[in-house]
């Protein structure tokens, strides 16, 4: 049985990141360790799972995730998603993961160039990562999302979805007009994981939903 109390889980603060408290709030419920670890860190080596937190990294200059994917940490976390350890970008995170290729397709601006803010359904469309194992597949959960720029876009759809990379779709409407409806993806390993959507803004019932709550047991299971 795993050892919760062993369970490093470091959390990334760029400059304009404000998902970072939320997301620690989840991963210390479920019984995980949560450290802070920023822009201008090396070593990723006593953290056994890396959350790339949303926000507005550098302000969402030249377009979101842009800037951060230069920053000395990515290569960390770039060595670290090598090796086969969790990654997971949460909504500007997500968007980073899409910057530095570790995860296939881009996340655009919205179809209608506004920012939403809303909860939605979404299906779990594969459970093979470590961030959505403990669902069912074809499951439907509700979480909120908060971008201006998730629309997702990929020149090599066919092969996102043959390859069993497609995380999570929307299930009520396609508010950004994402190919597919598509809001979270993985790369081929299935230990890289980005999605648009917030879970740790859906990790109680006071928060609405607990649905959210799965993505942080799924890694210490």
């Excluded at 760029?14 to 201008?40: E, K, M, Q």
């Excluded at 470590?130 to 066919?158: C, S, W």
Aim: hydrophobic fraction near 40%; include cysteine.
């Amino acid at each position: 049985m795993t050892d919760l109390t062993d369970v490093n889980v470091g959390i990334t603060r760029f400059p304009g990141t404000n998902c970072d408290r939320d997301i620690a709030y989840a991963v210390d419920l479920v019984g995980a360790n949560s450290h802070y670890v920023y822009w201008n860190e090396t070593d990723l080596s006593k953290m056994d799972v890396i959350i790339i937190a949303g926000g507005f990294s550098y302000g969402d200059y030249l377009r979101a995730g842009a800037i951060a994917s230069i920053t000395p940490i990515i290569d960390a976390i770039k060595q670290f998603a090598k090796e086969g350890k969790p990654v997971l970008g949460i909504c500007n995170g997500a968007q980073i993961l899409g910057e530095i290729d570790l995860v296939p397709g881009l996340f655009i601006e919205n179809e209608n160039a506004r920012f939403i803010c809303e909860s939605r359904k979404l299906k779990i469309n594969t459970t093979r990562t470590p961030f959505t194992k403990l669902y069912d597949k074809n499951q439907i959960v509700e979480m909120p999302i908060a971008h201006k720029e998730g629309r997702y876009y990929t020149e090599d759809l066919d092969s996102v979805i043959d390859n069993d990379q497609v995380v999570l779709t929307f299930e009520d409407g396609n508010p950004n007009g994402s190919m597919n409806g598509i809001t979270g993806v993985c790369n081929i390993e299935g230990n890289v994981v980005a999605v648009m959507p917030h879970p740790e803004r859906a990790a109680e019932d006071l928060l609405r939903s607990h649905d959210g709550l799965n993505f942080f047991k799924s890694f210490i299971d």
